[in-house]
């Protein structure tokens, strides 16, 4: 529909919103976190991960011995917004996270279709 309104259940309707997942450099994680805050987000989600990107991890020496560290240890930050938060969330988290040096991280942005607060039922827009 054209006024960003989406129907739920055929007849209820919520404001779209989307979920913006960012993965980091653990060090980054107060920057990202206080970027964030100054553009109103409200609530956000971490967690610890490890992965691998283009950067493959490395090699390390340990007691004479050198193993290849596989997994970098990143951070994951969860957020769901309403839909006109999203750019300025981005933004923020880009500027924020960057050095510029390879393992940067990544952006994934996904709809989200319906959140629900526990405490007191609210729904859509409301529950965030």
Known sequence: MQDGLTPINGTEREARMKKIEAIIKPFKLDEVKEALQEVGVQGLSVIEVKGFGRQKGHTE?????????????????????????????????????????????KIFVTSVEQAIRIRTGESGSDAL
Request: net charge negative; charged share 35%; proline share 2%.
């Open 61 to 105: 020496l340990y007691r004479g011995a050198e193993y290849v560290v596989d997994f970098l240890p990143k951070v994951k930050v969860e957020v769901v917004l309403d839909d006109d938060q999203v750019d300025g969330a981005i933004a923020a988290i880009v500027d924020a996270a960057k050095t510029e040096k390879i393992g940067d991280g």
